[in-house]
């Protein structure tokens, strides 16, 4: 991606109007890919776009519609100011060290967290986690 290669430049992928139809649809092609390949699944799940790329593959939303969808999320996605992450390491550590305008958006699992929080706290999110130690 991007360079001299003609790819997409990294600004242009950060967009999410542009990122999140491409995961979208790499899930959605692996999972085509798969079936190609005569793997028929018993159950199909999945998260985020993922879930969206099993509703397509099961059947139960079209690939247009679902594409709509996608781009309409990115538009909305793209209006936004902020940020998410997500942070490894156990959600009681996460949030000791949490500067006053980040919170805990999510709990993933007992070991993973997604934060949020407004685009002039992530410079201090980011040298607590480095002083704890936890990667993002």
Same mark, same amino acid.
């Given at each position: 991606?991007?360079?001299? &290669?003609?790819?997409? &430049? $990294? $600004?242009?992928?950060?967009?999410?109007?542009? +990122?999140?139809?491409?995961?979208?649809? !790499? &899930?959605?092609? !692996?999972?085509?890919?798969?079936?190609?390949?005569?793997?028929?699944?018993?159950?199909?799940?999945?998260? &985020?776009? /993922?879930?969206?790329? =099993?509703?397509?593959?099961?059947?139960?939303?079209?690939? @247009?519609? +679902?594409?709509?969808?996608?781009? %309409? %999320?990115?538009?909305?996605?793209? /209006?936004?100011?902020?940020?998410?992450?997500?942070?490894?390491?156990?959600?009681?550590?996460?949030?000791?060290?949490?500067?006053?305008?980040?919170?805990?958006?999510?709990?993933?699992?007992?070991?993973?967290?997604?934060?949020? /929080?407004? !685009?002039?706290?992530?410079? @201090?999110?980011?040298? =607590?986690?480095?002083?704890?130690?936890?990667?993002?």
């Amino acid at each position: 991606f991007g360079g001299d &290669s003609g790819g997409l &430049s $990294a $600004a242009e992928l950060a967009d999410p109007c542009v +990122m999140q139809p491409l995961i979208f649809l !790499l &899930s959605y092609a !692996l999972g085509q890919t798969w079936l190609a390949l005569g793997l028929q699944p018993a159950l199909l799940l999945g998260h &985020s776009f /993922g879930e969206y790329a =099993a509703l397509c593959l099961g059947g139960h939303l079209d690939l @247009p519609e +679902m594409l709509a969808l996608v781009c %309409r %999320r990115g538009e909305l996605f793209a /209006g936004l100011t902020g940020f998410t992450w997500a942070v490894h390491g156990a959600g009681e550590r996460v949030k000791a060290i949490l500067p006053e305008e980040v919170l805990i958006a999510a709990f993933n699992t007992d070991q993973q967290v997604t934060v949020a /929080g407004p !685009l002039i706290a992530r410079e @201090p999110l980011r040298e =607590a986690l480095q002083l704890a130690g936890l990667r993002w």
